[in-house]
């Protein structure tokens, strides 16, 4: 979706007036390749997205998106010695392929030691104001530290991982050109890896080809996302699975927090660990459903395998709760129902539907891909 390029080689006579071309030429004991050049271009970064996704963008004023920053972050993106191990990175937990998820239930870090939530996924982060399952982060910066430090995710303090990558030659000339100075601090390494992570944008499913005229659904698409959309009213004969109600927009996700009856009694609190409020017990952060054929399993814990597994849930093993939200109660398709009460046809017709949502341009975007691994590939000796 992004027509940008970040391609880390680009033909020399393509950089025309307002590019600036940086030659990087380094010597990595550690790697494949003896020395490269590295065609870098410089400016403010273009986010392109579809008018229908907003202007309610965040991004602070002390970390502005460039085309260098966005580079180095995909490159710390990327970057194993940013853990304990020199074995894990960001991308160990979000792959591409996957939309940026890692198709476990719970990650292993450097450790070993499983996380304790489900991996998410990382697409249109640019409009999120709350992160992880809980909310507990207020912008992608302080996000980001998290992962970084955690003992069982990359486990590695931002102060030694600092001093551990500016022994690599590469990195002092790319954090001069981000920063105007050499200098890799643990706020600069955390400010890249955000302004990456901003431009992870998915925005060309079918679903986003069909609200511009590009695409006519299949039937059973159609029925699907009329499902999806409407919330059941037996008395007037109208079916839904009320999925709007969280899901809804064309992100497909809404910044709230539910408690979705997963459990009478949730083992897990979500974002009552941080408020202490019984009515927010079990309640935790709505996912989008962007490429969510692609990120199984599903739920905080990664209960779910499959989507038939997460219909059926919504459809007849709702458990009741003090804290469970109060849209999800009573909600049938079912004159006095109790339960939704969906259809086998109908449970295949909002999958269907779901399936519109994977954006093969985003998980084939080359802008998105593991630069290292484009390095080892035009490696020179």
């Known amino acids: 979706m992004n027509p940008l390029k970040h391609n880390p080689f680009l033909n020399r006579q393509k950089l025309k007036s307002g590019r600036v071309m940086f030659l990087l030429v380094v010597f990595v004991s550690l790697s494949s390749w003896c020395y490269l050049a590295v065609g870098i271009e410089t400016g403010a970064y273009v986010l392109v997205y579809p008018s229908n996704f907003g202007n309610r963008i965040q991004i602070p004023a002390n970390n502005p998106t460039t085309k260098q920053g966005v580079y180095l972050g995909r490159m710390l993106f990327y970057e194993n010695r940013l853990s304990a191990a020199n074995t894990v990175s960001c991308g160990s937990c979000h792959h591409q392929d996957k939309a ?27 409009w999120a104001r709350k992160f992880f399952w809980d909310g507990r982060a207020d912008g992608l910066e302080e996000q980001a530290i998290t992962p970084l430090t955690n003992p069982h995710e990359m486990g590695q303090s931002l102060d030694a991982s600092a001093q551990k990558i500016g022994k690599i030659a590469a990195y002092p000339p790319l954090f001069k050109l981000v920063y105007g100075d050499s200098s890799i601090t643990g706020d600069r390494i955390v400010k890249a890896i955000a302004q990456f992570e901003r431009t992870l944008i998915s925005a060309n ?56 009856g997963l459990d009478s009694i949730p083992k897990d609190a ?15 952060k709505v996912p989008t459903l962007r490429n969510i054929a692609l990120t199984a399993p599903y ?3 990664g209960r779910f395998k499959t989507l038939d597994q997460v219909l059926d849930h919504y459809s007849d093993h709702i458990l009741e709760s003090a804290s469970l939200s109060s849209f999800l109660r009573g909600e049938s398709n079912e004159p006095g129902g109790t339960s939704l009460k969906l259809q086998p046809l109908e449970k295949k017709q909002i999958i269907a539907f779901l399936n519109m949502l994977t ?19 035009n490696k020179k000796y």
């Open 299 to 301: 739920m905080h814990d």
């Open 100 to 126: 940026f998820t890692d198709g476990l239930a719970f990650s292993k870090g450097v450790d070993n030691v499983l996380t304790s939530r489900n991996s998410m996924s990382l697409a249109n982060l640019l």
């Open 359 to 377: 954006d093969q341009d985003f998980i084939h975007n080359p802008d998105f891909a593991d630069p290292h691994l484009l390095t080892s590939k």
């Open 270 to 284: 979500g974002i009552a660990e941080l408020t202490s409020l019984p009515a927010d017990r079990g309640r935790f």
């Open 205 to 260: 499913s079918r679903y986003d080809q069909y609200l511009r005229s590009a695409y006519q659904p299949t039937p059973d698409e159609l029925k699907g996302m009329e499902l999806f959309n409407n919330a059941p009213q037996p008395e007037k004969g109208i079916r839904g699975a009320n999925c709007s109600h969280c899901h809804g927009g064309v992100k497909t996700y809404m910044e709230l927090f539910h408690n979705n």
